[in-house]
């Protein structure tokens, strides 16, 4: 298990944990949630033996292999298959060492090494391994052609999700991942989390997605006021046991203030007082030895709301038997879509099927290949996608942002303004350059809601946000009375704001008659539909080559075990006749009658010495002829 005793640990001076003592079984799937800089990464990086605590105790198991996703992946020359095998690293061990050992000349090949390492190859998975690699591949959202493209090719998220099935590839039995899901579409989400289901080691995840949390967590582990403490279940459970606690808490608090004002109203009144003068005494000592309840507390949340964008055209937008794409290759034909005021809709669709390009196209970002695109009279837009926040100027500040949009409003208004998103003193002056991910993203939107738009086309939204953000996010779309349509993989966003899903399929643009839980089933049946993907086709191929390879080893380390027991079997005959010449020899009389018993003890030591060979050659026989019966002819 992972054992933490009075465990204190921090970063650059400052304690993000202190005194933190608890349990963590093996096979627990536990969900580890706190405000952004709280030291979830940290503790990961604590596990992973990248930074060291400051007091108390870490104890994992040294047994175990741990796994997890890297920060950074480097223009590699690999191919995407490769280096998701990388993840295995026995794996590649036993094929380098089985590599230089069939290397040697022929003849010179020691049978037993190669029968051995092929032995432990079958063991850890390794003849099926390749096809299992192009299994997470294509589960991460990977097209069979890019099983062979190199590394160095994919952009920085989709590298992201290379570091993933690298991180999958291992047969570890400590899993850390930090927000997995940041970076995927739904399906690979969906896909994602079913597999996590089915690992078996212990898992520690962090994630910003309570849908995810409460499918894949069985338990919660909160991080706040520098304290860890651990909760039974996903973040649902967590929420239930928390808003409980914290309400008891708040009771007990109020409770004792109520007691704390009656005994200093008994002490003014009766200090002055000979006969009460020692009951105010021992009112005085009770009011200082009361130990102070504090107050629940509760982080400060995220709240703002769409500015009112005024009238708004109806239809907001219609699209006229549409059809996009790049270049010459059209993605979608044939969209007929008219968005109204109130309208709320989601994007469903397999990666590559073409939401973001529909997205697109409903911004005009892209000229539609055929009909046409009509602008109702007052349509703002708000369109937000992961690209909004490379083009935010890294050099210029939160309020430089919102006077570069309007420059007539006062200061104040536009740091009170941002005080809602989080951007307050010193932060709404600095450079955003410096910013994390989730601020970036945080600063993208309040530029877009000050915009007052009355339709809001919003790409994968949630990507860095955390769980306060999400919430906040979501409340303000639930009161937002313009258009919205989303793309997510964030279910709960989905489920509490969206009022159609529309699917992204096949090149066509529909309604989709069900709910996520249909949507997710409808995934299954494509998967099914796809489930030998050319490249895992070429997998298993390389699989049986593998395999055949390995058949011929074993038949290698068979022939070998075979010579050695003809050897012994040779041996053995000859001893034995050895043995009869000795016995004849031992049944004349005279060497018993003769008076010198030198020859006598000689050939009886002869004898001794001779049945011994014969018997340990008999045994290492046995055992030969054990090891021959359990290496087979063939590998299946």
């Excluded at 529909?510 to 049946?525: E, M, N």
Aim: charged share 25%.
């Amino acid at each position: 298990m992972i054992l933490l005793r009075n465990l204190c640990f921090g970063r650059n001076g400052a304690t993000l944990v202190e005194d933190a003592s608890l349990q963590l079984h093996p096979g627990w799937k536990v969900g580890l949630i706190g405000a952004n800089g709280s030291g979830k990464s940290s503790f990961l990086a604590l596990l992973r033996n990248e930074l060291h605590a400051e007091s108390g105790d870490l104890e994992v198991p040294r047994s175990w292999v741990m796994a997890h996703v890297a920060q950074d992946t480097p223009a590699l020359p690999d191919a995407a298959l490769e280096f998701t095998l990388d993840g295995d690293t026995e794996l590649r061990a036993v094929e380098r060492e089985l590599a230089a050992a069939e290397a040697v000349p022929e003849g010179k090949h020691d049978g037993n090494l190669i029968g051995e390492l092929h032995a432990r190859y079958g063991e850890i998975g390794g003849y099926t391994a390749r096809s299992r690699a192009a299994e997470l591949l294509y589960g991460l959202g990977f097209a069979d052609a890019d099983h062979a493209r190199p590394v160095a090719d994919f952009s920085g998220g989709w590298r992201v999700r290379l570091n993933l099935a690298r991180a999958l590839m291992c047969r570890s039995d400590l899993l850390l991942l930090d927000e997995p899901t940041n970076h995927l579409d739904l399906d690979a989400v969906l896909w994602l989390e079913n597999w996590l289901l089915s690992y078996q080691g212990t898992l520690l995840l962090i994630s910003h997605d309570r849908d995810f949390l409460d499918a894949v967590a069985d338990h919660t582990l909160h991080l706040e006021q520098q304290k860890l403490k651990l909760y039974s279940g996903g973040y649902s459970d967590f929420e239930r046991q928390r808003g409980a606690q914290l309400a008891l808490q708040q009771a007990m608090h109020e409770k004792q203030v109520r007691e704390r004002d009656h005994l200093h109203s008994f002490i003014e009144r009766f200090r002055a007082k000979a006969s009460k003068a020692r009951q105010a005494q021992s009112r005085i000592k009770a009011l200082a030895r009361m130990e102070e309840v504090t107050a629940a507390h509760v982080d400060t949340q995220f709240t703002f709301r769409f500015r009112e964008s005024g009238s708004a055209p109806d239809p907001l937008l219609v699209v006229h038997d549409g059809a996009a794409g790049y270049g010459e290759q059209r993605i979608l034909s044939d969209v007929k879509l008219t968005l109204r005021p109130g309208q709320r809709l989601a994007l469903l669709g397999r990666n590559g099927a073409g939401k973001s390009t529909l997205v697109k196209l409903l911004a005009g970002a892209i000229e539609p290949m055929a009909g046409e695109r009509v602008e109702g009279k007052g349509l703002k837009i708000g369109y937000f996608a992961q690209h909004q926040l490379e083009q935010l100027r890294p050099d210029e500040s939160p309020i430089q942002h919102l006077v570069r949009l309007n420059s007539r409003t006062r200061e104040q208004e536009l740091r009170t303004y941002l005080g809602t998103f989080d951007f307050r003193g010193d932060m709404a002056v600095s450079p955003c350059g410096r910013f994390s991910g989730g601020e970036k993203s945080r600063l993208a939107l309040a530029l877009l809601i000050w915009q007052k738009p009355n339709l809001l086309l919003l790409d994968e939204p949630t990507n860095h946000l955390d769980l306060e953000m999400r919430e906040a996010l979501n409340l303000a779309l639930q009161e937002y009375e313009g258009g919205v349509v989303l793309v997510s993989h964030d279910r709960h966003l989905l489920r509490t704001t969206a009022d159609e899903l529309w699917l992204v399929a096949d090149g066509r643009v529909q309604i989709f008659d069900g709910d996520l839980d249909d949507y997710s089933a409808w995934l299954a049946t494509q998967r099914q539909a796809a489930a030998v993907p050319s490249a895992g086709k070429q997998a298993r191929r390389e699989d049986k080559a593998q395999l055949e390879a390995a058949r011929q080893a074993r038949l290698l380390e068979r022939r070998a075990l075979q010579k050695d027991a003809a050897k012994m079997e040779k041996q053995i005959a000859n001893w034995q006749t050895e043995l009869a010449l000795l016995d004849a020899r031992l049944a004349d009389p005279a060497l018993y009658s003769a008076a010198d018993q030198s020859q006598l003890k000689m050939l009886q030591k002869q004898k001794h010495n001779l049945t011994s060979r014969i018997s340990e050659t008999e045994e290492r026989w046995l055992a030969i002829q054990d090891e021959i019966e359990g290496v087979p002819a063939a590998v299946s």
